[in-house]
């Protein structure tokens, strides 16, 4: 039972455009959501977060937006840089026995093109 | 800020071998850390809940016995795979939540272990 989903494996963007990171999720307990961002063979690194009370968040050249509607959620990046090209992994919170687990979708792979 | 280390990074060792694994939180309190696998291009996989002062829970099918844990400090947790097996070759990574913050975890580098 896959509770958070990226639908989309890859993605490839033209260095300054726009890159649009979908994520869908399906258990409406879910309260915090994250980005994270993985090069291969190292942890990933938090991006930004968004509160279940907000429909946005923005940080620098990233932004996350949340339909809690529509259990959706997307990070935008904008400018692209060649140096966003990486795997980027959403995730979902929720409350487990007092701590909160995050639950991971199987990731994107962005690649930025001059 | 937020950094966590993991050490060693890279470990190969022989099938049936014990190898233990750390995770520090280097300039914060963690309360609660987290150990996660991941394999070849899926996601992260989590293994186990590890608290500070009290035994971890594990996920679904981890094998505690097999995947020790231990929490003995608010910067340290250790994860030691006992008598390794080539199956148990993967990527470890751990993640640690900064005491009384919020739900954000900060991962370490990971270690890549092969069995051979």
């Known amino acids: 039972d896959q509770q958070v989903k990226q639908n989309s494996p890859s993605l490839s963007v033209q260095e300054g455009r726009i890159s649009i990171l979908n994520c869908d999720y399906t258990?409406?307990?879910?309260?915090?959501f994250l980005w994270y961002k993985k090069y291969p063979a190292e942890g990933p690194t938090f991006l930004i977060s968004?509160?279940?009370?907000?429909d946005k968040n923005e940080d620098g050249r990233f932004t996350v937006f949340l339909n809690k509607s529509a259990k959706h959620l997307s990070l935008h990046i904008v400018p692209s840089q060649p140096g966003d090209s990486a795997v980027y992994f959403c995730?979902?919170?929720?409350?487990?026995?007092?701590?909160?687990?995050?639950?991971f979708g199987a990731g994107t792979r962005l690649a930025v093109h001059p | 800020g937020a950094v966590v280390s993991q050490h060693p990074s890279r470990v190969i060792c022989k099938s049936g071998t014990s190898v233990k694994i750390e995770c520090r939180s280097l300039?914060?309190?963690?309360?609660?850390m987290f150990w996660y696998r991941q394999f070849p291009k899926q996601s992260l996989m989590l293994m186990a809940t590890?608290?500070?002062?009290?035994?971890?829970?594990?996920e679904q099918g981890v094998e505690k016995d097999k995947f020790l844990i231990n929490h003995a400090s608010l910067t340290l947790s250790t994860l030691t795979v006992t008598s390794a097996h080539p199956e148990d070759s993967s990527f470890y990574i751990c993640?640690?939540?900064?005491?009384?913050?919020?739900?954000?975890?900060?991962f370490g580098p990971g270690t890549r272990l092969t069995v051979l």
């Open positions: 590890s608290n500070e002062g009290s035994k971890a829970t594990y």
């Open positions: 968004i509160s279940s009370i907000k």
């Open positions: 995730a979902a919170s929720r409350p487990a026995g007092g701590y909160n687990k995050l639950i």
């Open positions: 993640s640690a939540r900064i005491a009384g913050g919020p739900d954000t975890q900060y």
């Open positions: 300039d914060f309190q963690a309360t609660t």
């Open positions: 258990n409406s307990m879910f309260d915090y």
